[in-house]
């Protein structure tokens, strides 16, 4: 076994509504949706108007910036509506599912026979090259840059979230071949990252060309920045792709039947869901079928992803690309009075505020609410406490917030993303909304250096 890199620092949320490990049949959704806003730094151009049909990887939209960079519809159909916010800015481009899920075809091909350009060109053509991200900037990979290195997660920490063993059980021979074409890409290693604790799947432990690591230790241990920064850490003018299991196994897929199978499984967890457990679904999907008398009465929150880093939807909205996990949790639009002064046996703290500190194992139904306003933004160390990487969160936060870029390159932004900062964001005092300064700061970055 490879050596256990411990993670001390960080903070495991422990919130009612795992999922089960059983996969549900329910009846497929009937509308799914591209989001362009899962897609930091692209400008979406449309391929496909309302009423066009298209096929399983016919191309919805592409980045105008960089057109080769490709998004495909998940499922046959008619495109029903391009959904525009603010300034007509794209939010979702939906398609109404016709039943028969036809493909595109792309033609199958073994990886290791292929050259680096080949497969590129390939993951591109079907639409799977936003599953490739970078750091810097947490945004999708530039193909023309060679990464040092490719990082893969093999469980998440976050609250609730899926078990990756479970989800990726059973892909064995789609999860290799995603592995054979990474390696194409890269004249570094596969980093493959696994939790210590747990008897990881095959699919993991019997892969080849890959580089086993284990990891033991709380949130955010799981999350891909942590892990690079503990393994190969990333400096300035050096890049690393990361990507996450499921679309590993969506890349192989597509080597090995030569169509875009956007097949995933999610879990759909929180405490307003009656039954939590796991659906096999395509990406994309509305979350109507799988929340449909499935939740408790009220006012509730669904969020496409974890409660940390998720984004809110509607009770119709749809599972966000990268997103493995529905989250539902009660809306908290309510005024505690003295409410920090009631003795709170029920209440989640971080710090030794409430006597529940004394029952650590205890699970917490959480609501939405801040219990409180902003307040000054001030040194408390609290953040320290939770982020598992050797940067100063509180000083490269400031270097943002007055647009100091060689303070920001000194202090790290090149290694952190939105969800490095989640607990940070969780446990900080004065209500910052802190993973949006750090996509600030990212945006900055990326319109002075780029």
């Not at 979406?44 to 057109?67: E, N, W, Y």
């Not at 955010?220 to 499921?246: C, L, R, S």
Request: charged share 25%; proline share 7%.
């Amino acid at each position: 076994m490879s050596k256990v890199i411990k993670i001390k620092k960080g903070l495991d949320i422990k919130l009612k509504g795992a999922a089960e490990k059983i996969i549900s049949n329910v009846q497929p959704a009937s509308t799914y949706a591209v989001k362009p806003t899962d897609f930091p730094g692209i400008v979406p151009k449309l391929a496909a108007r309302p009423g066009d049909k298209v096929k399983a990887g016919s191309i919805l939209f592409f980045d105008k910036l960089r057109p080769e960079v490709k998004f495909a519809s998940p499922v046959s159909g008619e495109v029903k509506a391009v959904n525009r916010g603010e300034r007509r800015k794209i939010l979702e481009i939906v398609v109404d599912a016709d039943g028969k899920n036809e493909y595109e075809e792309f033609g199958a091909a073994d990886p290791v026979k292929l050259d680096r350009e080949q497969i590129v060109m390939k993951i591109q053509d079907a639409g799977l090259w936003p599953c490739i991200r970078q750091r810097p900037y947490a945004v999708i990979a530039r193909s023309q840059t060679e990464p040092k290195a490719i990082f893969i997660s093999g469980f998440d920490t976050a609250p609730l979230a899926p078990d990756m063993d479970f989800v990726v059980k059973g892909n064995n021979s789609a999860f290799q071949t995603g592995i054979n074409a990474l390696n194409k890409l890269t004249r570094g290693e596969v980093h493959l990252s696994l939790q210590a604790d747990n008897p990881a799947a095959d699919v993991f432990t019997r892969a080849s060309g890959v580089s086993l690591h284990y990891f033991k230790g709380p949130h955010p241990a799981g999350n891909p920045g942590v892990q690079i920064h503990h393994i190969d850490p990333v400096n300035k003018d050096e890049v690393v792709w990361y990507i996450q299991p499921q679309e590993v196994i969506m890349i192989g897929r597509l080597f090995e039947k030569g169509i875009y199978d956007a097949t995933r499984v999610i879990a759909v967890t929180g405490s307003e869901v009656k039954k939590p457990r796991y659906f096999r679904v395509l990406g994309g999907a509305s979350i109507e079928p799988y929340v449909m008398d499935n939740v408790n009465p009220g006012e509730l929150r669904y969020i496409s992803g974890n409660a940390l880093t998720g984004s809110r939807i509607s009770k119709i909205g749809y599972i966000g690309f990268y997103d493995s996990q529905l989250t539902v949790l009660p809306e908290g639009n309510y005024y505690e009075m003295f409410g920090w002064m009631a003795p709170g046996f029920k209440k989640l703290s971080v710090s030794r505020s409430f006597p529940s500190w004394l029952m650590p194992g205890r699970e917490y139904k959480v609501d939405t609410n801040l219990k409180g306003g902003a307040r000054p933004f001030v040194q408390t160390g609290e953040y320290e406490k939770v982020l598992p990487m050797n940067i100063y969160p509180m000083h490269l936060l400031k270097a943002i917030l007055v647009d100091d870029i060689e303070k920001m390159e000194q202090l790290g932004i090149y290694e952190v993303a939105e969800e490095d900062f989640a607990l940070c964001e969780f446990v900080c005092p004065s209500k910052i909304e802190i993973q949006s300064i750090i996509r600030q700061g990212i945006d900055l970055m990326i319109k002075e250096l780029e």
